[in-house]
C-alpha cells in the first residue's frame, strides 16, 4: 500500500497546474459568460500532451499512466469546467475508443493530429432524444451497408465538441432486430456531406463547452470506417464509459477543490461579529466536511484509475469513483457559495459558476442513479 | 552545431527576502512553492531548443553550477527539449562571486568542448546581477551579444543576433562562437511536455567536481574577490508627519507652499 504519487506523477501535475494556472483559471469567467471555446490555451495543450494523454508516443501521444491522466484532468477542472469537460470528452470519449478497437490504419489516420492539437477535437455521440440512460432500447440512429458504404440516418443530442470537433465516434444500430449485439461505432469525420450540426444548446453552466444536437442525414462513410466490431457497439462503448467515468469524478474532484479553495480564502478574509468567518464553528464544520471528502473522492477516482491501469476490471469502481465524486463536488461547490453568503450567488465570484458547471456531473456519463444501478448489478449479482 | 544553455535555479517568484539580525539571507515562499528555473532562462532553454529546431543544432545541452538540488531546474529544461544535462557541484565552489563562477562556467563549456553558441538568460532573479554572461565570454575569449531579442541568421561560422537597448534596437553579425545573454521579448518559453517529463526524469544527469574542471584562476569562498561579511535588512525609513492647521484652505496651502520653498522640495 502506497498512498504517495510517484515523483513523475508530482512533475505531472505540478506542470499541468502551472499551465491552468495561467491559461485556463484566469479566463474561466471569460470562458462562461461567453461561451467562447478557449482555442488559445487548447491549442497550447497539444504540444504538451494534454490532448493526447493516454496515446501511445507512436501515434504522438504522452502516454501517461492512468493515474497521471485522471490528475491532469482533475487540474484542467480546477481550472476552468467548460475546457476540462471538451478535454476529457475529446480523451476518454473520442480518442479512448480509437486507441482500444481502432485498426492499425485507422490509429495512423485519426491519431496523430488529434492528439498533437494540429487538428480540432474528437467526440463520442451516443446519446439521442429518446436514448440517453437506456441505449440498447433507444438508439435510431440507424447504419445501413450499401456496397462499399455505411449510410447513416438519425439524430443525436447533447453531443459535447460536435462543432470543435474533426471526427464523430457515432453509435448506430446496424442490425434493426434489436438486442444487445445490434449497436456499432462508426468513424464520421465532421466534414462528411449529410450533417447538420444545430447551434449550441443554451445550459445552465459550462458555456464555454459547445454541446449540440446534430442530424445525420444519408451520410454516407467508407465500411472501413467501422470501428471495432460490428454488433459490439454497447459492449465497446460501456467500456469506454468506464474509462470516461474516472475522468469525470476527477473532472469533479478538480471543480470541488477550486471552489473549496475559495471558500478557506473566503473564510480567512470575511469578518462578522468582529471576527473572520473561519472563526465560526458552523463554517469551520462545512470547510472540514469538504476537505474530508474531497479526500475521499480523489482517493476514490486514483483507486479506480490505478485498476484500471493495471488492466483489472474496474466497472463497479469506476461508477463508485464518479458517483461519489461528483456528489461530493456538488455538496462542496454549494457549501462554498454557503461560506460567501450573498456573494456566492454573485457571478462576481468563482462559486457561483463552479456550482453551474459541476451540476452536470451527476448526470452525463450515466446519471448518478445509473451508477448505482451499476454498482447494485456488481454487488447483488443482478 | 552545439549549443550550450546556462541556467540557475532560483527561488520562486513569489519567495520573500529577509535577513536576519545575524546576517543570515532566507528567500522562503509564503505558498510553499519550491525553487524554480530561473524565470529569464526560460527564455535562454526556449532559445537554445529553436537552434535546434530552426538552425541545425545538433546538442543543446543544459548547464548549471550549483547545489544537487539544481538538478530539478536541469530536469525542468529537459523536459522542454534539451538534449543532455550537466551538473556542476562541488563544496569548493560555494560561495563563489560571479567572476569564480563565470571561471567554473567556462571550464565547464570547455569541456563539453566544440561549442559554437552559449545561450544564457539576461539575468538571475536572486543574484540580478546580469554579469556572469559578459565574465564568461570574457573567460572563453568569445564574443558577447547580451540583451539579443532575435537570432536571425546562423549559419557559415557567423551569428546574426538583434540586440534590444536602451535607446533602440541593433543588428549585429559575429564570428562563432559567441556568448548571448537573451531577453523576454526573445519568445514565448514552451511549458515542459508529459512525455518530455518522463524523459528527464528517467535521465542520468553527470555531476562534474572541482577535480574534473580545470578552473584557471580559482573558484568558490577563498578566490572570491567580493566581501560578504556584512549583510543587514535595509531600516526601514524614517519620517515624521506634521498636520497644517490654518483658518482658511488658502492660509494651509500658503504655509504648505513655505514649507516646501524652505525644504527646496519645490
Ligand atoms: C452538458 C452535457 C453534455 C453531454 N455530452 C454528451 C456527449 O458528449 N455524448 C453523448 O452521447 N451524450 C452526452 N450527454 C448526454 C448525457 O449522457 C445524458 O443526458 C445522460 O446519459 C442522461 O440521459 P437522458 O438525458 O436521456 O436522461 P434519461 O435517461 O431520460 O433519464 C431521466 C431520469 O431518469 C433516471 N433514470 C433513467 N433510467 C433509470 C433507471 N433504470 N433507474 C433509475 N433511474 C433511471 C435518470 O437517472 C434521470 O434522473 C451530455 C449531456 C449534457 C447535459
Ligand atoms: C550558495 C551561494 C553562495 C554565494 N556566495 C557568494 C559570495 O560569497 N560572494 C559573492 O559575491 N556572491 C556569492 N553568491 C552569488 C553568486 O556569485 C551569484 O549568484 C552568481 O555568481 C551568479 O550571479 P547572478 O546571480 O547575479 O547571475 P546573473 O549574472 O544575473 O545571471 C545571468 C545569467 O547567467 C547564468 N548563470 C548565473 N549563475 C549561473 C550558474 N551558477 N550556473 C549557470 N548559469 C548561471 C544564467 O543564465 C543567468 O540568467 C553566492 C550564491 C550562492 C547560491
Given at each position: 500500500m502506497d498512498f504517495q504519487l510517484t515523483e513523475e506523477q508530482r512533475e505531472f501535475r505540478h506542470v499541468v497546474h502551472e499551465f491552468v494556472a495561467k491559461e485556463l483559471k484566469p479566463l474561466a469567467r471569460h470562458t462562461d459568460e461567453s461561451g467562447e471555446f478557449n482555442w488559445t490555451a487548447v491549442k497550447k495543450m497539444g504540444p504538451l500532451g494534454l490532448l493526447g494523454l493516454e496515446v501511445p508516443e507512436e501515434y504522438g501521444g504522452a502516454a501517461v499512466d492512468a493515474i497521471s491522466a485522471a490528475i491532469a484532468i482533475e487540474e484542467l477542472g480546477w481550472g476552468c469546467g467548460s475546457t476540462a469537460l471538451a478535454i476529457s470528452a475529446h480523451n476518454g470519449l473520442a480518442l479512448g475508443p480509437i486507441v482500444k478497437y481502432g485498426t492499425e490504419a485507422q490509429k495512423q489516420e485519426w491519431l496523430p493530429p488529434l492528439a498533437?492539437?494540429?487538428?480540432?477535437?474528437?467526440?463520442l455521440s451516443l446519446t439521442e432524444p429518446g436514448a440517453g440512460s437506456d441505449l440498447q432500447g433507444g438508439v435510431r440512429t440507424t447504419a445501413v451497408k450499401e456496397g462499399d458504404s455505411w449510410i447513416i440516418d438519425g439524430?443525436?443530442?447533447w453531443m459535447t465538441n460536435a462543432s470543435i470537433s474533426d471526427l464523430m465516434v457515432v453509435l448506430v444500430r446496424t442490425d434493426p432486430g434489436g438486442g444487445s449485439r445490434s449497436l456499432s461505432h462508426i468513424l464520421v469525420?465532421?466534414?462528411t456531406p449529410g450533417i447538420t450540426v444545430a447551434p449550441a444548446e443554451k445550459k445552465m453552466g459550462l458555456k464555454g463547452s459547445p454541446t449540440h444536437a446534430v442530424t445525420f442525414d444519408e451520410v454516407r462513410v467508407p465500411l472501413s470506417n467501422l470501428l471495432g466490431t460490428e454488433g459490439r457497439g454497447l459492449q465497446q462503448t460501456l467500456a469506454t464509459l468506464d474509462s470516461g467515468r474516472v475522468g469525470i469524478g476527477a473532472l469533479a474532484v478538480g471543480l470541488g477543490q477550486a471552489a473549496y479553495e475559495a471558500a478557506i480564502k473566503y473564510a480567512h478574509e470575511r469578518e462578522t461579529f468582529g471576527q473572520p468567518i473561519k472563526r465560526h464553528q458552523a463554517v469551520q464544520w462545512m470547510l472540514a466536511d469538504a476537505a474530508t471528502e474531497l479526500q475521499a473522492a480523489r482517493l476514490m477516482v486514483y483507486w479506480a484509475a490505478w485498476l484500471k491501469g493495471l488492466g483489472k476490471p474496474y466497472t463497479k469502481e469506476a461508477a463508485m469513483a464518479k458517483l461519489f465524486a461528483t456528489e461530493v463536488s456538488e455538496r462542496v461547490c454549494r457549501n462554498a457559495i454557503q461560506v460567501h453568503g450573498g456573494y456566492g450567488y454573485s457571478a462576481e465570484f468563482e462559486v457561483e459558476r463552479l456550482y453551474r458547471d459541476t451540476r452536470l456531473m451527476t448526470i452525463g456519463e450515466g446519471t448518478s442513479e445509473i451508477q448505482r444501478l451499476v454498482i447494485a448489478r456488481h454487488i447483488l449479482d443482478l | 552545431m552545439k549549443v550550450v544553455v546556462c541556467i540557475k535555479q532560483?527561488?520562486?517568484t513569489t519567495a520573500v527576502l529577509t535577513v536576519d539580525t545575524g546576517g543570515n539571507v532566507k528567500w522562503d515562499d509564503p505558498g510553499g512553492k519550491p525553487n524554480v528555473l530561473n524565470p529569464?532562462?526560460?527564455?535562454?532553454v526556449e532559445?537554445?531548443?529553436r537552434l535546434k529546431e530552426n538552425h541545425g543544432a545538433t546538442d543543446v545541452i543544459v548547464l548549471t553550477a550549483g547545489s544537487e538540488e539544481s538538478q530539478e531546474a536541469l530536469k525542468t529544461s529537459l523536459a522542454m527539449g534539451c538534449t543532455a544535462a550537466i551538473l556542476v557541484s562541488d563544496a569548493a565552489f560555494s560561495g563563489s562571486d560571479t567572476t569564480g563562477t563565470a571561471r567554473i562556467l567556462a571550464a565547464a563549456i570547455n569541456k563539453v568542448g566544440g561549442?559554437?553558441?552559449?545561450?544564457?538568460?539576461?539575468?538571475?532573479?536572486?543574484?540580478d546581477t546580469g554579469l556572469t554572461p559578459m565574465q564568461v565570454a570574457r573567460k572563453l575569449g568569445w564574443t558577447p551579444l547580451t540583451y539579443v531579442s532575435a537570432i536571425k541568421e546562423v549559419g557559415g561560422g557567423k551569428i546574426t543576433v538583434e540586440r534590444l537597448l536602451d535607446d533602440g534596437k541593433e543588428t549585429v553579425t559575429a564570428n562563432l562562437p559567441v556568448v548571448i545573454s537573451v531577453v523576454k521579448e526573445i519568445n514565448e518559453p514552451r511549458y515542459p511536455s508529459l512525455m518530455g517529463i518522463r524523459k528527464a526524469s528517467r535521465a542520468e544527469i553527470p555531476t562534474w567536481g572541482a577535480g574534473d574542471l580545470a578552473v584557471a584562476g580559482g573558484a568558490g569562498a577563498a578566490a572570491s574577490k567580493v566581501d560578504w561579511s556584512n549583510i543587514y535588512a535595509i531600516p526601514p525609513r524614517v519620517g515624521s508627519v506634521e498636520m497644517i492647521t490654518a483658518d482658511t484652505v488658502e492660509e494651509q496651502a500658503r504655509i504648505l507652499a513655505d514649507k516646501l520653498f524652505e525644504e527646496k522640495v519645490i
Open positions: 498533437t492539437g494540429k487538428g480540432k477535437l474528437g467526440c439524430q443525436k443530442m469525420p465532421t466534414n | 532560483t527561488p520562486s529569464w532562462d526560460e527564455y535562454a532559445e537554445g531548443i561549442v559554437d553558441i552559449a545561450v544564457f538568460g539576461k539575468q538571475a532573479i536572486d543574484g
